[in-house]
């Protein structure tokens, strides 16, 4: 199956959803990416060398699926249930930043 999400583990998340998922799940991964626990898959390190990137990388596309959302994301642009600021992109899903209202309007007057 597919999943889609936003870039950079930039996520706003109500405390309920956490509070949805018992404490040792969160206690689980944690000793995955600190690497207390093995993992069934290994890192190209000719890829990138930095220790545990690719846990970090992994789980940066997968904590909306922990946090309850469903696996595919609709576009930041459209998801009406971000705060405004994380609804605007500068390009190919990135976030600016700082939030330049003048230049969202006209963003929003060319689309």
Known sequence: EAFGSYCCSQFVVRRDRI???????????????????PLACAQDVGYD???????????????????GEPPVLPLRRGDGRLPLFA?????????????????????????
């Open 19 to 37: 509070l949805a998922r018992p404490r040792e799940l969160y206690e689980r991964l944690v000793q995955f990416l600190i690497g207390e626990l």
């Open 49 to 67: 060398a930095r220790p545990r990137i690719a846990v970090s990388a992994l789980f940066e596309h997968l904590w909306h699926v922990v946090l």
């Open 87 to 111: 609804r605007v992109e500068v390009g190919n899903g990135v976030l600016p930043d700082q939030f330049d209202p003048q230049r969202w309007l006209e963003s929003e007057a060319a689309s």
